[in-house]
């Protein structure tokens, strides 16, 4: 896993200390679940708010996986490349774009985990159709 450039020790300890062993998770989906950072609605009655994140879980796991993911925004060409696209080709916040690719980074450590894989950064990109 360190061989992701951008991704410190130190960000990578984090998350495995505070996770726990990434293979034991079926879906990158559950590791955001873990951390409380999936989606949640908070409604009441006919009251209906906003889809906002849960963060009912754990606080420090959040902050390594968004500290880790703008490392590698900063970093890493594959993630630099699908933040730009976010926000000039597709007109998404930034922010939201962010909480995407940590979606994005979650699915590939525990897949990475769960195939003991290294990194492959031609896996990170989109399957571009050629229908157009």
Do not use: C
Not at 84 to 100: A, T
Request: no cysteine; proline share 2%; hydrophobic share 45%.
């Amino acid at each position: 896993m360190l061989a992701i450039k951008g991704i410190s020790e130190i960000a990578l300890a984090g998350i495995l200390g505070e996770a726990g062993d990434l293979s034991g998770f079926a879906h990158g989906n559950s590791l955001l679940r873990h951390a409380g950072l999936h989606l949640a609605e908070a409604s009441s009655g006919k009251w209906k708010g906003q889809i906002v994140l849960s963060k009912r879980g754990r606080s420090r796991l959040r902050r390594f996986l968004y500290l880790a993911t703008m490392s590698l925004v900063m970093n890493n060409p594959d993630f630099k490349e699908l933040h730009s696209n976010n926000v000039n080709v597709k007109k998404m916040k930034k922010m939201k774009s962010i909480m995407k690719l940590i979606n994005k980074f979650a699915r590939i450590l525990v897949g990475m985990a769960r195939k003991n894989e290294s990194y492959r950064s031609d896996k990170v990109q989109p399957l571009i159709s050629i229908a157009a």
